[in-house]
């Protein structure tokens, strides 16, 4: 282990030594295409550091979390019991702790900082330019006093100054307009090089005046500990590895050109807004941080994780049959949803559809599974939309519904939304019954086969599919 701090991007790191996730590539790359290059043909495999980076003295990270496992691992839970962690966290967040002193992320102190002697990789072909996609950005709702916590990217212009790219609803978007109506700009912070825990709660759709500072404590255990900015009145995740402090200023814009989305394509927003950045704090020996943008493991999984547990809170509330929620990779991790219910009533599936339509704009295909369904396997999913959907009966082709602005399918702000009821009716079998070996059998062949395995130094397998 490591002695830094828990909630630091290093323990994570050193976990994964530990475990023989982590690659370290020595050989230099070129932070144009090179790096994107790496961490997407290595997609999964667990975190990179890349220790030579041309140009720069500073490393740079990524792929921190490409599965769901990983993503377990690091909050210290088995993977079945990942969505669960992820919706207590919301549900009993804790209040940050403000550190005495300068924090660990403030060794070094950069007035003015020039953007182009950070190692921002150029991710994909045509794009314009750069872009920060790992900053997890705080901000203040002045209304409640309470923080924000969110993710955008960031495009260097030049010397201190980027665009930032923020939909109009994105609670970030909505903040800056506040403040422009008070005749301000909003005072923003982008932490850079975090533990998962705060890139997850950053992810969160949570009401505007909810704090992901808060959440990102509860994942944690305890609360985070926050050190307050040099240069604007916010307060940053004190072990994080850098920190840009500036204002974001929603009457200068400017022409992005075409930039990646999750759904795999390019998208062409217009004009967004700029940020200028007065200081930026770091370590002696910071590391910095990204995420492959585009349809990329990591990219899709802090979507997919953060909207599925949030939609699991949603359905609670309507639907105590809910067993679990699944936003898929294949959906890229935004647009198809699959909802598992424990012995519901008929007409539940339907009402789980729309209320996940309610919840989560973007999403626009939704399956809904029995309990014995895993509705995180594309497999099992499948198998019963071909045997228990009917497709007169059971499909729900909803269209002219207003769209996300990120849906690749929109068309003059609307898209079509399709709904499968794939769980069993009585009314089609008498009996539904999975042929299989008795499950005392079963149980006992595990146990065999698992000794087998750790005698010969072999992983465990996983459950068969019930």
Not at 86 to 95: F, G, H, K, T
Not at 175 to 199: C, Q, T
Not at 250 to 265: A, I, K, L, N, Q
Not at 363 to 389: F, L, S
Request: proline residues 6%; glycine residues 8%.
């Amino acid at each position: 282990m490591t002695n830094e701090h828990r909630q630091s991007m290093r323990a994570f790191l050193a976990i994964a030594d530990e475990a023989s996730s982590l690659t370290r590539i020595a050989d230099r790359v070129d932070p144009v295409h090179e790096i994107a290059a790496w961490l997407s043909l290595l997609d999964g495999r667990g975190p990179l550091v890349f220790e030579n980076v041309a140009g720069h003295a500073m490393a740079v990270t990524g792929n921190h979390l490409t599965t769901r496992a990983q993503a377990a691992r690091a909050l210290g839970v088995e993977t079945d019991g990942l969505q669960a962690r992820l919706v207590d966290a919301v549900r009993s967040p804790l209040a940050p702790r403000v550190v005495a002193g300068p924090a660990p992320c403030q060794e070094v102190v950069v007035p003015d900082p020039d953007l182009a002697a950070l190692p921002i990789p150029v991710f994909f072909e045509h794009e314009t330019g750069p872009y920060i996609s790992a900053g997890a950005i705080v901000a203040r709702d002045t209304v409640s006093g309470r923080g924000n916590l969110s993710i955008a990217r960031l495009k260097p212009l030049g010397a201190n100054r980027a665009l930032i790219g923020i939909a109009p609803n994105h609670h970030l978007s909505q903040l800056a307009r506040a403040a422009r109506a008070r005749g301000d700009r909003l005072e923003i912070a982008v932490s850079l090089g975090n533990h998962p825990a705060l890139l997850l709660a950053a992810c969160f759709y949570l009401g505007l005046g909810d704090d992901e500072l808060e959440v990102a404590g509860a994942l944690f255990g305890e609360p985070l500990e926050v050190a307050p900015c040099r240069s604007v009145g916010l307060a940053v995740p004190a072990h994080c590895e850098l920190v840009l402090e500036g204002v974001l200023d929603p009457d200068e814009t400017v022409e992005e050109g075409p930039v990646s989305e999750f759904h795999g394509m390019y998208e062409r927003y217009g004009a967004g807004h700029v940020v200028t950045f007065s200081q930026m704090t770091r370590r002696r020996d910071a590391v910095f941080q990204c995420v492959l943008p585009g349809y990329a493991g990591e990219h899709v999984l802090l979507g997919a994780e953060a909207i599925a547990a949030g939609l699991r809170q949603s359905l609670d509330r309507a639907l105590p049959s809910v067993r679990e929620v699944a936003v898929t990779a294949g959906g890229a991790g935004r647009l198809h949803a699959v909802v598992s219910l424990e012995g519901a009533r008929e007409g539940a599936a339907r009402r789980a559809i729309f209320a996940v339509w309610a919840a989560v704009s973007l999403v626009k295909q939704v399956t809904v599974v029995d309990g014995d369904v895993d509705p995180w396997d594309p497999v099992a999913v499948e198998h019963a939309v071909a045997t228990r959907m009917r497709p007169e009966r059971d499909l729900i082709v909803v269209s002219g519904v207003q769209a996300d602005r990120a849906e690749p399918l929109e068309k003059d702000g609307l898209v079509g939304k399709l709904g499968i009821d794939a769980t069993a009716f009585a009314s089609d079998r008498s009996d539904w019954t999975r042929a299989r070996p008795p499950e005392a059998v079963l149980a006992r062949v595990r146990e065999r086969i698992a000794r087998q395995l750790r005698d010969s130094g072999t992983a465990t397998p996983g459950r068969p599919r019930s």
